[in-house]
């Protein structure tokens, strides 16, 4: 186990109320769970994502926290929280990383493993 580390998981669900295949519109939210996989106190501080659409047109995302929140978790412990993102083709997919302090002030980074967004009943290729 290492020192200073969080895992992460994303459950992306296709959002077809919010989507607008006339308007060029796919909405897809996900649900983010963070867990202190270290061995010390650290805490969420900024977010990086990066969003592909299936033409391969990227678009980057940084911040400060996560919906409004800056996370300290102790080891062992979770959070998760639900945001959501619109792509200008039906799939693409996404992936980033956390910047995150420990207690004595070291910083790293966590990182968001890629996720697919695709509506249901398409086969990527």
Same mark, same amino acid.
């Given at each position: 186990?290492?020192?200073?580390?969080?895992?992460?998981?994303?459950? *992306?669900?296709?959002?077809?109320?919010?989507?607008?295949?006339?308007?060029?519109?796919w909405a897809y939210r996900?649900?983010?769970?963070?867990?202190?996989?270290?061995?010390?106190?650290?805490?969420?501080?900024?977010?990086?994502?990066?969003?592909?659409?299936?033409? =391969?047109?990227?678009?980057?995302?940084?911040?400060? =926290?996560?919906?409004?929140?800056? *996370?300290?978790?102790?080891?062992?412990?979770?959070?998760?929280?639900?945001?959501w993102t619109r792509l200008?083709?039906?799939?693409?997919?996404?992936?980033?990383?956390?910047?995150?302090?420990?207690?004595?002030?070291?910083?790293?980074?966590?990182?968001? *493993?890629?996720?697919?967004?695709?509506? *249901?009943?398409?086969?990527?290729?």
């Amino acid at each position: 186990m290492d020192a200073y580390q969080f895992s992460v998981t994303v459950e *992306p669900a296709f959002l077809p109320d919010e989507s607008d295949a006339d308007q060029g519109l796919w909405a897809y939210r996900y649900t983010v769970r963070i867990r202190n996989t270290g061995r010390h106190p650290a805490q969420l501080i900024a977010r990086h994502w990066v969003i592909m659409d299936e033409t =391969g047109r990227t678009e980057e995302v940084r911040g400060l =926290g996560v919906v409004g929140q800056q *996370p300290l978790l102790r080891p062992g412990e979770v959070f998760e929280y639900t945001s959501w993102t619109r792509l200008a083709t039906p799939s693409g997919s996404m992936r980033g990383s956390y910047l995150c302090v420990a207690e004595d002030g070291s910083q790293f980074d966590a990182a968001i *493993p890629e996720f697919a967004l695709v509506p *249901p009943g398409v086969t990527l290729h």
